[in-house]
Every structure is written in C-alpha cells, then in structure tokens.
C-alpha cells in the first residue's frame, strides 16, 4: 500500500516537473488557434509589412509595420540609455563599491525591479512627460522619447543583475594574473574580466531588451499611442503590446480585429522564445 | 600620455556616477508617492467603495479584488510550482529533458505580460467558458508566477545538504519518506520566500487581468469566483488615464497603496530570507 502510494506522488512529482513545457506549448498553441485566422484575409507579408493599421475601418486594415517599427524605436532608445548605464552600474557593483554599499545598492536595484510597471507609468506621466515636453517645446510629452526613458529603467535592474552575476563568476584567478603582473584594478577589469564576461554580459542586455519589447502598462501610459509610422524619437507612437493592451476590450470575439491582436501576441511570443532562447545559449558558455 | 592611476580614477568616478543615475531615481520615485500620497491615506479611503465615478470615495473594492485574484493565483500556483521544484532538485537527472524543462522556465518567465493575458483570453474566459471572472484572472496569474515559485523552491530544496538525505536513506527511509520529513522541513524559509515573491508580482501586474477579470467601475464586492472584480493595479491605470478630472490625491493615494502592498510583501520575503541564512544550522 505505501509502496503504491508513493508511486503515485512520484508520478504526481514528475508531472509538475513536467507543467512549465506544458504551459509554454499550451501558450503558443493558443495563441496559433485564436491568432491565425487572420490569414484568411490578410497574406502574412501585408500583416508584418502593411503600413496602415485601421483595424476598425470597413474593410479592416490590418498592417503591423508602424507597430513593428514603433516598439523598435521605443526599445532603440531603450537600449541606447540602459545598456552603458547597466553595465557600468554592474561593474561598479561587482568590482569596485565596498561590501556595505554594494549591499545598500543591491537592495536599491531589488526595490526598482519589484516596483509594478502600472506605478512607474504613473509617475512617468506626472513626472516625465512634462519635463520631456518642456525641454524640447513639443505640443505632447507623450512621446517615445519618455518610453525609451522609462523602459530603460525598467531592463536596468534585468541588466544589472545578470551582467554582475557573469563578472562575479568568473574566477579569481583571473584577476590576481592581472594585478600580479602589474595592473591597475581598472586595467584588470577593463582588459581581462569584462572580456572574460562578454558572454553573460551579452545575455544580460539580451534579456533586458526582451523585457522592454513585452513591457505594456508604463508603455501604453507614456507613449502617446499613435498607430503611425515614427519619424522622430519625439513623436508619439505605439507599440506591439500597447496596441494589444488597449484594443482587445473593444475587440469581439471571433472577429478579424480580434484575431489581428492574437496574431501580434504570436509576434511578441517568436520574439521573447528566440531572445530567452540565444540568452541561455550564452549563459551556458563558459570558456573556462 | 595621462597615468593609469588617474584613468582608473577617471574610470571609477563614471561607473559610481552611472549607479547613481539609478538608484537617485528609485529613491525619488519612492519618496514623490509617499509624499504625495500619504495625504489621501484615510481609513475611509481603505475602506469604502468608489463613489462619483472613482472621483471620490474609497478602494475598498480593488484592494479586495487583488487580494482576491492573488490567493486564487497563490492556491493554484503553489502546488504545482512546489512539486515541479522537487522533480528538479531531487528526481531529474542531467540530461537533455531536464535542460529542455529549464528552458521552459526561461521561456515561461520571460512570456511578455500582455501575452498572458491574452492567453487566459483564449483558454479560460472563452474556451472554458469561464467568462471574465477571479477565476480566469487567477489562473492566468498562477501560470504567471510559476518560473518565480519553482526556482526559489528549487534553490531552497539544492541548499539542503546532501548529507541529510543519505542519513534519512540509511536508517531505511524511502526516498519520498526522506523528501517529505527531511528535505522539506528544511527548505520552508526558502519556499515560503518564493510565494510571497509570487505574490509580489501577482498583485503589481495590470497586462493579465485587462482582458480576464477587471472591472471598469464595479462599486461593489465580488461574491463569487466568477464575478468580475475591480484591481488596485487596474483601477490606478483607469483613474489615472481613462476618467478625466481625478484628483491628484486619489491617484498618488492609489499608487501608494499598490506600491506599499508590493514592497511589504518583498521586505517579508527578505527578512524570512536574511533569518534564514542567521539561523542555518548546517
């Protein structure tokens, strides 16, 4: 009887483990079912190449392009501000601050990343968005401008975590040939450990963009959400998910509209399932 | 040609100046919502309905809401995450299955937010037929939390000894009988950190629930798991876009609570953590 009963938990065990490949094949199933009819109308070229986006009209417009290009530009300027700053904060974490800053930073950095993405939106637009419009005379501050600011913040904890954890693994050894051969600390760091980290520091940025391009609350609240193709980072424009976030209340069931919003979400799906995908390749490469 | 100390000087100064460039704004986030909130903290604010179209009143509603939709996520979560996490540390051997399995959890954690909301969508308010309710909402929010909940499990299940287990193995117990009595008992500090992580997240996300459960304007508590609700993250995003006129004091008074749920529950799970590691006896 017990021998039957652990069976039983064994088998109940093994299932659980199995639960996360589950889910992640469920997700995009559905995602495929609810998502692909919209190919019955719209050739899969003109959806991610359309140039207009009227998902309303009569007949539907159904193009992505100005979405694609518009969660490209918000994540550009994303990464142009996080990367530098993430990396350098990583370094500076790992490498040079005292064991009693660096645990006042950690916890700083801890606080950023548990604060909700609707919270930073908010403070973003009673903040951000009218210094952004003061500074550069625009009609708006709702502008990519201020998404690219306020995502940045958002991969920086990702970034820093990550890029502190790779320097941190790499052996000691390492830097003790670098100072024992009469280098200063920064030429130790500079010439031999970020080298010597370049893996995990790719894949922490790597992972940080992939959390910008699935961002949606803070996005949709400071971008302006224009559904036209950028031309400046200081015009509003709207992304992949804030087009998914804000449409799908009107969306009906079973409509072409409905189904257009599925199809960006298989979109975001290809897009988050390579980049975790190429992160962890990186993560697992380790030259020593 | 300028010394290398000095460039390391220069060096050092940029990387400090960088860390400041992040942390100086978490804390002036931080201090601008408590400042300006805390002035519309009342206790008729915690607990009355909304009233003038969310102009006035309370949030009573979306506080229990929240609390609603995240121990529904918690009860389905848990289980499954907890168990998952065992498989890991005790039973999976190094092989391709288990790198794929992790992989998943990757994969599952790094899943955009509106994804999963659109996923709950299709599976549970339309396909089961759920409707928007605290169930749709819940269960979309525990397969959200899993990747959080199994690999703080895991890393609490690989921190206890090795030797405890060949111990409970030699004096004849089964392997679930030394998972169950040995292994466990040890590793609740550190499980119990990861469900209150999940809780963290949970109740913070607005993505999930837009399509699944929340409520515009519903002045009034849910009675069952298959009411709509109204959810402190949701019903900050409404007032402070979608209905004109608001007070300032409403919205910070909103932020604060949502910022304060999330930010005790992640203190809880440090201090269990840091009491823990005080107290571990091996």
Known sequence: ?288 | MVSSKKTEKIAFFLLFLATLLIVVPVGLIVVIIIKKGIGAISWQFLSDIPRQGMRAGGILPAIVGTIYLVLGALIFALPIGLLAAIYLSEYAKDNYLTRIIKLAIVNLAGVPSVVYGLFGLAIFVVFFKFGTSILSGSLTLGIMILPVIITTSREALESVPYSFREASLSLGASKWQTIRHIVLPNAIPGILTGAILGIGRAAGETAPILFTVAAFYLPQMPKSIFDQAMALPYHLYVISTQVPNVDEKIRYGTALVLLFLVLFMNLIAIIIRYQFRKQKKW
């Not at chain 1, 079912?33 to 899969?44: I, Q, R």
Request: charged residues 10%; hydrophobic residues 60%; aromatic residues 10%.
């Open chain 1, 1 to 288: 009887m017990r021998k039957f009963k652990e069976f039983l938990i064994e088998k109940l065990i093994l299932i659980c483990g199995l639960a996360s490949i589950f889910f992640v094949v469920l997700i995009f199933l559905f995602l495929l079912k609810e998502g692909l009819a919209v190919f019955k109308t719209v050739s899969p070229a003109k959806f991610l190449l359309g140039s207009k986006w009227y998902p309303i009209s009569e007949p539907p417009q159904l193009g992505i392009l100005p979405l694609i290009l518009g969660s490209l530009l918000v994540t550009l300027g994303a990464a142009v501000i996080s990367i530098p700053i993430g990396v350098a904060s990583a370094i500076y974490i790992a490498e040079v601050a005292p064991l009693k800053l660096k645990e006042i930073l950690k916890a700083g950095i801890e606080l950023l990343a548990a604060i909700p993405s609707v919270v930073l939106g908010f403070i973003g637009m009673v903040t951000l968005v009218p210094w952004v419009k003061n500074i550069f005379h625009l009609p708006t501050g709702l502008t990519a401008l201020s998404g690219s600011i306020m995502l940045a913040f958002m991969a920086m904890p990702t970034i820093v975590s990550i890029a502190e954890d790779a320097l941190y693994s790499i052996p000691k050894s390492y830097k003790e040939g670098a100072l024992a051969l009469g280098a200063t600390r920064w030429q130790a760091i500079w010439r031999v450990m970020l080298p010597a980290a370049s893996s995990g520091i790719l894949a922490a940025v790597m992972l940080g963009l992939g959390r910008v391009i699935g961002e949606t609350m803070a996005v949709m609240m400071i971008t302006g959400n224009a559904a036209v193709i950028p031309h400046s980072i200081l015009q509003p424009t709207r992304t992949l998910t804030a087009t998914i976030a804000a449409e799908m209340g009107e969306a009906v069931v079973g409509s072409e509209h409905y189904f257009a919003l599925f199809a960006i979400g298989i979109v975001l799906f290809v897009i988050s399932f390579g980049i975790n995908v190429t992160a962890d390749i990186f993560l697992h490469k380790r030259k020593w």
